[in-house]
């Protein structure tokens, strides 16, 4: 199914809302933990998002692909910018693969030793 997304990203932060009405201090927690590593001022806004859309990815999380995404392009990440980041990710998400399938392997070893 293909997602509309900027409808989606409207009706994700419209639950969110209500959400935070009925339990704002979880809301005002997780926005205090998005806003801490801005304070330090090492990474630019648009590293950060980048970041964040690998990570979106990874945990595949459509409502941080919809937030992120408007994020990053508002903070000028290019479309070949984005495309490198998820690049990053695929290569991760990869090499963990791989690092797990060692350890199913070892697993192996170790029930049959």
Known sequence: MMLEWNDYQKQLLATIGEIATLSPDTVRGYATLGQAGTKTGRLDTKTRELIALAVAVSLRCDGCITTHTSAAIKAGASK??????????????????????????????????
Do not use: C, H, P
Not at 80 to 100: M, R
């Open 80 to 113: 070949e910018e984005i495309t490198e980041a998820l690049g990053v990710a695929i290569a991760v998400n990869a090499g963990a693969a791989l690092v797990y399938s060692a350890r199913v392997m070892d697993a192996f070893t170790a029930k049959t030793a």
